[in-house]
C-alpha cells in the first residue's frame, strides 16, 4: 500500500540549467524604466483593456458629450462637473422674482442678559410649584386628622 503512494510522492525538481528548482536565483528586472515612461497607446483596444467598445463612451448616442447632463451625471472626475444637487438656481438680487423681506418682519433677538433674567425667572416659578407640592403632601396627613 505504502509502495503506490511513493511513485506520486514530492521529488526533488530540476530547471534546465541543472540546478534544484529551491536553489535557482532570482531574476531581478529594474521596471523604473517602464513605470517612469509615458506612452501614447494608439490602439483603442490596449487603451480599454482588451474589453469591446459598441460606441464612443459607451452610450447608444455617437458623441456622448453633445448630450445634455452627461457631465453632470455622477461626474467623471470629482469636482469636474456644475451639477448643483436639488438646489434651485441662484437668483440675481435685482431679479422681479426674487422676494425680499420687508425690514418691519425682522424678529429683534434677546440679549444674553435678557434670556439670563428670563431663566431665572422660571427656575424661581418651578421652585415655587415644587416647594408647594412638597408642603401639600406633607400637610395632607394633618388635615386629614382635624
Given at each position: 500500500?505504502?509502495?503506490?503512494?511513493?511513485?506520486a510522492?514530492?521529488?526533488?525538481?530540476?530547471?534546465?540549467?541543472?540546478?534544484?528548482?529551491?536553489?535557482?536565483?532570482?531574476?531581478e528586472?529594474?521596471?523604473?524604466?517602464e513605470?517612469?515612461?509615458?506612452?501614447?497607446?494608439?490602439?483603442?483596444?490596449?487603451?480599454?483593456?482588451?474589453?469591446?467598445?459598441?460606441?464612443?463612451?459607451?452610450?447608444?448616442?455617437?458623441?456622448p458629450?453633445?448630450m445634455p447632463?452627461?457631465?453632470?451625471a455622477?461626474?467623471l472626475?470629482?469636482?469636474?462637473?456644475?451639477?448643483?444637487?436639488?438646489?434651485?438656481?441662484t437668483?440675481?438680487?435685482?431679479?422681479?422674482?426674487m422676494?425680499l423681506?420687508?425690514?418691519?418682519?425682522?424678529?429683534?433677538s434677546?440679549?444674553?442678559?435678557?434670556?439670563?433674567?428670563?431663566r431665572?425667572?422660571?427656575?424661581?416659578?418651578?421652585?415655587?410649584?415644587?416647594?408647594?407640592?412638597?408642603?401639600?403632601?406633607?400637610?395632607e396627613?394633618?388635615?386629614?386628622?382635624?
Amino acid at each position: 500500500m505504502a509502495v503506490a503512494h511513493l511513485a506520486a510522492a514530492a521529488r526533488t525538481v530540476y530547471r534546465e540549467n541543472r540546478i534544484r528548482a529551491a536553489d535557482q536565483p532570482a531574476k531581478e528586472v529594474d521596471i523604473t524604466t517602464e513605470m517612469t515612461r509615458k506612452a501614447r497607446v494608439e490602439d483603442m483596444m490596449t487603451r480599454r483593456n482588451l474589453i469591446d467598445c459598441n460606441c464612443l463612451g459607451d452610450k447608444y448616442y455617437r458623441h456622448p458629450e453633445y448630450m445634455p447632463g452627461f457631465y453632470k451625471a455622477g461626474g467623471l472626475i470629482t469636482g469636474s462637473s456644475f451639477h448643483r444637487g436639488m438646489y434651485k438656481k441662484t437668483v440675481p438680487r435685482n431679479s422681479m422674482s426674487m422676494l425680499l423681506l420687508s425690514e418691519g418682519e425682522k424678529r429683534i433677538s434677546k440679549s444674553y442678559q435678557e434670556k439670563q433674567a428670563e431663566r431665572e425667572v422660571l427656575e424661581a416659578q418651578f421652585e415655587v410649584k415644587a416647594l408647594t407640592k412638597s408642603w401639600e403632601h406633607q400637610t395632607e396627613g394633618m388635615r386629614q386628622d382635624l
